[in-house]
């Protein structure tokens, strides 16, 4: 059994982390800290078999903080986030603390004042399960072939214009 609180990110969520780190996260040096050991500690899962109960972005997911009712937000980059719209943003210690685990698990999150208690309860919906469900290819595969163009024949004669144009002027 595969220890739930071992983070598991797709290439393109590992990627969201380096631009997250590259440009956003200098001027927040525990947030920087916390995508480093994320970084560190995760399996990145390239084979497209995800596991239907693992946080990526797009996923709404069911969570509880501490003693509080739970909670379904939507996990987004920072550029998607809408306050008050069910989101929570990828470039925060919540956000950076959800990606990447299983339905199950419970982490820390040092928020610097206090640690609080995160707990994933549940997801209502993860992007790559719902493509692998809809068979749908990832975007990034290249065909191993590529169909052959179909060169098409005219089915009239070409028609010859013998006006020289300006040059003859």
Not at 137 to 147: D, E, G, K, L, R
Request: one cysteine or more; aromatic letters at 4%.
């Amino acid at each position: 059994m595969q220890n739930s609180n071992v983070p598991i990110l797709t290439p393109r969520d590992f990627a969201i982390l380096e631009t997250l780190l590259a440009e956003h996260a200098g001027n927040n040096d525990r947030l920087a800290t916390a995508i480093r050991r994320k970084q560190e500690v995760c399996l990145v899962h390239y084979d497209g078999n995800l596991p239907n109960d693992v946080v990526t972005l797009g996923s709404r997911l069911i969570f509880r903080i501490d003693d509080h009712p739970q909670v379904e937000r939507r996990l987004v980059e920072p550029r998607h986030h809408v306050p008050g719209q069910g989101c929570q943003s990828i470039a925060t210690m919540r956000g950076i603390a959800m990606l990447g685990l299983r339905v199950g698990a419970k982490v820390g999150v040092d928020l610097g004042s206090r640690v609080e208690t995160l707990e994933i309860l549940d997801l209502a919906y993860q992007p790559q399960a719902e493509a692998a469900a809809n068979h749908d290819p990832s975007p990034h595969v290249i065909p191993a072939w590529w169909p052959e163009p179909v060169i098409s024949k005219p089915t009239t004669k070409p028609v010859f214009d013998d006006d020289p144009g300006p040059t003859a002027a």
